[in-house]
């Protein structure tokens, strides 16, 4: 798998947007991109996944470069439970291969 | 629905013990993971099952950790003999096959070895 580059931590306001980058240079075409979150004391939890094109669900929006090399997690409405740590993994879509987790980005919701 | 189930939730064991973490996953969900989730750090994988066959083992460490799942629904993680770097959050995530990229996490064993 491609390796994906986040910035440690991020502050937000209650309410605001919450825009979380992701690099990821060195992606393959058949690999998608894969958001997660973990929220304290919880296993990571699903948010949402694209290839090229942009895709909303009722969680987030992935804005994700025509070159494929970075992506954006949009949460539109953050809210102070969206506080957790948010990981970018790019994948290769129906493969066996695992989800490898980097470090990802500490979102702080603030009031 | 029900999500994954792990048991127990914490765990404080001495050095040189044994420990089991059980996990029963998602109903029909045929692809099983451990991960090990060392503070500060993301989850990595340890073992991934395709209904009770091992497909990835590669980070496990076979001299002291072993799982099983062997109906091909609950799994039993095991350390013996525990070290102190093993003091961890054990989790289990299930998907419903190999290809799947969506997987489903429990709440993860919470161990510490002193």
């Known amino acids: 798998d491609a390796k994906t580059t986040q910035p440690p931590s991020m502050d937000c306001a209650e309410g605001r947007a919450a825009n979380l980058p992701c690099n990821h240079s060195?992606?393959?075409?058949?690999?998608?991109v894969y958001w997660y979150r973990q929220i304290h004391s919880q296993g990571p939890q699903y948010i949402i996944h694209g290839l090229k094109n942009n895709e909303t669900n009722e969680m987030a929006s992935l804005i994700i470069t025509e070159d494929r090399k970075s992506s954006t997690l949009i949460l539109p409405h953050a809210t102070l439970r969206d506080t957790a740590v948010y990981y970018c993994?790019?994948?290769?879509?129906?493969?066996?291969?695992?989800?490898?987790f980097g470090g990802g980005t500490r979102l702080m919701v603030k009031p | 629905e029900a999500g994954v189930a792990q048991s127990p939730r914490y765990k404080i064991i001495e050095k040189r013990q044994s420990v089991a973490f059980w996990c029963n996953p998602i109903?029909?969900?045929?692809?099983l993971y451990w991960y090990q989730q060392i503070l500060g750090q993301g989850p990595k994988l340890l073992i991934q099952?395709?209904?009770?066959?091992?497909?990835?083992d590669s980070q496990l460490p076979k001299d002291r950790f072993s799982a099983e799942r062997l109906k091909g629904v609950d799994s039993t993680l095991k350390i013996q003999p525990a070290k102190l770097e093993d003091s961890a959050v054990y989790l289990c995530?299930?998907?419903?096959?190999?290809?799947?990229?969506?997987?489903?996490f429990g709440p993860g064993t919470r161990l510490l070895v002193l």
């Open positions: 995530a299930s998907s419903l096959g190999l290809g799947s990229g969506t997987q489903y």
């Open positions: 099952f395709q209904n009770n066959g091992v497909v990835d």
């Open positions: 060195t992606i393959s075409g058949n690999e998608y």
């Open positions: 109903s029909g969900h045929a692809t």
């Open positions: 993994i790019v994948r290769v879509y129906n493969a066996g291969n695992m989800l490898t």
